[in-house]
């Protein structure tokens, strides 16, 4: 079964905005990772928040943890075409991650 | 930088074939996986391995089996390819169970005719 869960299937914003994507999980997690994938190839990872931390920064990129909502959210600060891609959200539970099944972002120029 | 190699980009079966897919990892890895990727359902696990010659199952390891005889290299068998394997499978490793962000290899896109 789907542990995580992304929302929201897709989104398309102009160059210079910010994006945010959110990850909805079930049960407990050690914990969450975001990944990109670009069309047709592998996935990046992007960051990874650990159970007991509520907030990390990348770069452009924030993460918040909500382990009392079981909820995940990625922000993307002053996108670019090139952030174009597909993200996931992966929950470590037992040492394997399980993977939601993504937001599709759009960057249009 | 790691780097995780799969031996096809593209692969073009028939029905009943059998199907062995590559992966190489070249930063001593402990960890090994194999996910199928396909629209509306996202990443699914098929096997993984911990170590040398072991393995264990995933979420879908039905017509699948897999092989590690070196820890730089994970196999995946498709002992008789059917159409439904139609897929995009792509392979990962990781350091170990408690640095387990997970570097991918670009993905091999196989078709079963």
């Known amino acids: 079964s789907q542990q995580g869960e992304e929302d929201p299937q897709a989104l398309s914003i102009q160059e210079g905005e910010n994006a945010t994507m959110n990850c909805s999980y079930k049960t407990s997690i050690n914990n969450l990772q975001w990944y990109r994938q670009n069309s047709g190839r592998g996935l990046v990872h992007l960051i990874l928040i650990r159970s007991n931390e509520r907030e990390k920064h990348s770069g452009r990129l924030r993460v918040t943890l909500d382990t009392s909502k079981k909820s995940s959210s990625l922000l993307i600060t002053a996108s670019r075409a090139a952030d174009t891609a597909s993200y996931f959200c992966?929950?470590?539970?037992?040492?394997?991650?399980?993977f939601g099944k993504g937001t599709m972002l759009l960057v249009s120029p | 930088d790691v780097k995780v190699t799969q031996s096809s980009r593209y692969l073009v079966k028939r029905t009943g074939e059998k199907v062995f897919l590559e992966c190489v990892q070249d930063?001593?890895?402990?960890?090994m996986f194999w996910y199928r990727q396909d629209p509306g359902l996202g990443l699914r696990l098929i096997y993984f391995s911990y170590d040398v010659k072991m393995k264990e199952k995933g979420d879908i390891p039905e017509g699948y089996s897999v092989s590690r005889e070196k820890k730089e290299r994970f196999s995946l068998i498709l002992e008789s390819a059917s159409t439904n394997q139609t897929s995009m499978y792509l392979c990962?490793?990781?350091?170990?169970?408690?640095?387990?962000?997970?570097?991918f290899g670009p993905g091999t896109r196989l078709t079963v005719l």
């Open positions: 992966a929950t470590d539970i037992y040492s394997t991650l399980t």
């Open positions: 990962a490793s990781s350091l170990g169970r408690a640095n387990n962000e997970q570097f």
């Open positions: 930063m001593d890895h402990e960890n």
